[in-house]
């Protein structure tokens, strides 16, 4: 079945632009989760989901990341006023709802900010 | 979260077993130990989930002793396409982030 899919899978863009990340969780999947990968580091927590309520955005850097989940299936990342180190792969997973269920991941966006 | 600690890396050859111990001395009543491998450009994907004893699937195996401070998983028979980053994590993978460490880089040689 079709898994976790976002778009676009590879973002360059200049310091100062705005971007926008896209992830389409598996359908039904209640959880919706976003992390950050640096370069040979594990991926780290930013924000979650559940249905279309943000229950937590704890991670989320600074001011300049915001995260949606408007109809609780698609959600997209922005990031204000690009930096050079918000370059990172950016990963998207999601769940079905309930305890103890494995989440499931996407490959990613890997944004470069030059 | 429960901290995990595991090997940085790890180096096997084909047909090998392999095992990676986590420690995870601090680990709730409630927290599961769930295992995830990650290949280069793509994202993490579960590989076993087990609260105690032995949890066993068609590509690995979780060992888990009764005070649940550390766990093992066990890759049967490595192949080249094994090597990759493997990350333990404790806690309720369904309702909370998941908090990943540095995980082990498995290379497995022919």
């Known amino acids: 079945g079709a898994g976790v899919s976002q778009s676009p899978r590879y973002k360059v863009a200049k310091r100062g632009q705005d971007v926008a990340l896209r992830c389409d969780p598996i359908s039904g999947h209640v959880s919706l989760f976003w992390y950050q990968q640096a370069l040979g580091q594990g991926p780290e927590f930013l924000t979650y989901f559940q249905n279309e309520a943000q229950l937590d955005k704890s991670g989320l850097p600074s001011d300049r990341f915001f995260a949606e989940r408007p109809e609780g299936s698609v959600s997209t990342l922005k990031i204000q006023r690009t930096q050079q180190e918000d370059s990172a792969v950016y990963l998207c997973?999601?769940?079905?709802?309930?305890?103890?269920?494995?989440?499931?991941f996407g490959d990613g966006t890997r944004l470069s900010i030059l | 979260l429960a901290k995990t600690t595991q090997p940085i890396s790890m180096d096997s050859y084909e047909g090998q077993e392999v095992n990676i111990t986590c420690s995870h001395n601090?680990?709730?009543?409630?927290?599961?130990i769930t295992w995830y491998q990650q290949f280069p450009s793509q994202g993490p994907r579960f590989i076993i989930q087990g609260y105690k004893t032995k949890v066993t699937n068609e590509v690995a195996s979780l060992f888990i002793p009764a005070d649940r401070k550390s766990s093992t998983l066990s890759l049967p028979r490595v192949s080249l396409s094994d090597t990759a980053v493997y990350y333990c994590?404790?806690?309720?993978?369904?309702?909370?982030?998941?908090?990943f460490g540095s995980g082990t880089r498995l290379q497995v040689q022919p």
């Open positions: 994590l404790v806690g309720d993978t369904g309702r909370r982030a998941l908090t």
């Open positions: 601090n680990i709730a009543t409630n927290d599961y």
């Open positions: 997973a999601s769940s079905p709802q309930g305890t103890r269920q494995p989440q499931h």
